[in-house]
C-alpha cells in the first residue's frame, strides 16, 4: 500500500544573511564600520594599558585607598554629603517630573485631527534641555546660583526635564484612544479627557519613567560636586586633589551603598507599579 506523500513543509527558510533591500542589513554594516574607523582613528595604547608596569603602578593606587577612614566626624561628614546629594537628586527629578508633564501636553498629539500647532517647537525645547549634560548645565548655572547644592539641583532639574518630557509625550501619544474618544463624543472638553481618560492610563508609565530617572540623578547628584554643586562629589573633589586616598575610599564606599539602595528601592517601586 502507497502512502501519499507528505505535505510540504510549514515553515520556509530563513532569510539571507544580508540583502540589498534590508534597511537593517545596510545600517548594521555602516554601524559595524563606524566602529572599525573608532578604533582606527583613536590613539588606544592597549600595550602599554596591560602592561607590567601599568598594572604595578594601579595596584599601589589602589593600595594607598586601605584602610579607609572611618573616623566618627569623618563619617558624619560623609552622612551629610550623602543627604545633600539624595536630596538633590530627589528635589531635581520632582521638578523635572512636574516641569516634563507641563512640556509634554503641547508637545503630544492628544486625538487624531488635534493640529498640535505647539508640538515640533516644544520638542525642540526638550532636545535642547536634554542635549547638555548635567555638568555643563552646573558649570553654567555656577556663575548664577553660586556655589553650592542649588545649582547641582537646578541642573539635575533642567536636563532631566528634557529626558522626561519627551518620553512623557511619547507614553500620552500610545495612549489607547478609546476611553478619550467616548468622552468627546460627549462633548467633554479637552482638559477633563486628559485628566479622565489618558492621564489613568499612562500614570504608570509616567512614575515608572520618573523612578528610573532618580535613579540615574543619583549618580548623576554624586558627581556634580566635581564642578562645586555639593553633596558628595564635592567632598570626593576635595579629597582627592589633597591626595587623602583614605577618605576618598569612605566617600566612593557611601556613593556605592547609596547608589545600590536606590536602585534597589526604585526597582522594587516600578516593579509594583507596573503589575
Same mark, same amino acid.
Given at each position: ?31 559595524i564600520a563606524l566602529v572599525i ?87 525642540? !525645547? &526638550?532636545?535642547? %534641555?536634554? $542635549?547638555?549634560?548635567?555638568?555643563? /548645565? ?6 548664577? #546660583?553660586? @556655589? =553650592? ?33 467616548a468622552l468627546r463624543a460627549h ?14 492610563? !499612562? &500614570?504608570?508609565? %509616567?512614575? $515608572?519613567?520618573?523612578?528610573?530617572? /532618580? ?6 547628584? #554624586?558627581? @556634580? =560636586? ?14 582627592m586633589g589633597l591626595f587623602q ?31
Amino acid at each position: 500500500m502507497k502512502h501519499p506523500p507528505a505535505a510540504n513543509p510549514p515553515y520556509k527558510l530563513p532569510p539571507r544573511l544580508f540583502s540589498a533591500r534590508c534597511n537593517a542589513c545596510w545600517f548594521t554594516a555602516a554601524l559595524i564600520a563606524l566602529v572599525i574607523a573608532s578604533f582606527w582613528s583613536l590613539d588606544l595604547q592597549w600595550g602599554q594599558f596591560f602592561s607590567r608596569e601599568a598594572a604595578q603602578s594601579m595596584g599601589r593606587f589602589v593600595a594607598e585607598f586601605f584602610p579607609p577612614d572611618t573616623s566618627r566626624d569623618f563619617l558624619n561628614k560623609v552622612a551629610i554629603g550623602a543627604w545633600e546629594t539624595l536630596a538633590m537628586s530627589a528635589l531635581g527629578t520632582a521638578l523635572a517630573a512636574v516641569a516634563g508633564l507641563a512640556l509634554a501636553l503641547p508637545a503630544s498629539r492628544l486625538f487624531d485631527g488635534d493640529s498640535a500647532w505647539a508640538r515640533t517647537p516644544t520638542r525642540l !525645547v &526638550l532636545n535642547a %534641555l536634554r $542635549s547638555i549634560p548635567e555638568l555643563v /548645565w552646573a558649570a553654567l548655572l555656577l556663575i548664577s #546660583a553660586g @556655589l =553650592g547644592p542649588f545649582a547641582g539641583t537646578l541642573a539635575l532639574a533642567f536636563h532631566t526635564t528634557g529626558v522626561l518630557g519627551r518620553l512623557f509625550a511619547e507614553a500620552i501619544e500610545n495612549a489607547p484612544p478609546g476611553p478619550g474618544t467616548a468622552l468627546r463624543a460627549h462633548g467633554v472638553g479637552n482638559v477633563r479627557v486628559f485628566l479622565y481618560a489618558t492621564l489613568p492610563q !499612562v &500614570l504608570p508609565q %509616567l512614575m $515608572s519613567y520618573t523612578l528610573y530617572r /532618580w535613579e540615574n540623578n543619583i549618580r548623576a547628584a #554624586a558627581v @556634580l =560636586g566635581v564642578v562645586g554643586a555639593g553633596g558628595l562629589g564635592q567632598l570626593l573633589a576635595f579629597h582627592m586633589g589633597l591626595f587623602q586616598m583614605n577618605k576618598t575610599a569612605t566617600i566612593l564606599g557611601a556613593m556605592l551603598l547609596m547608589v545600590a539602595v536606590v536602585d534597589a528601592t526604585s526597582h522594587g517601586a516600578r516593579r509594583w507599579l507596573t503589575r
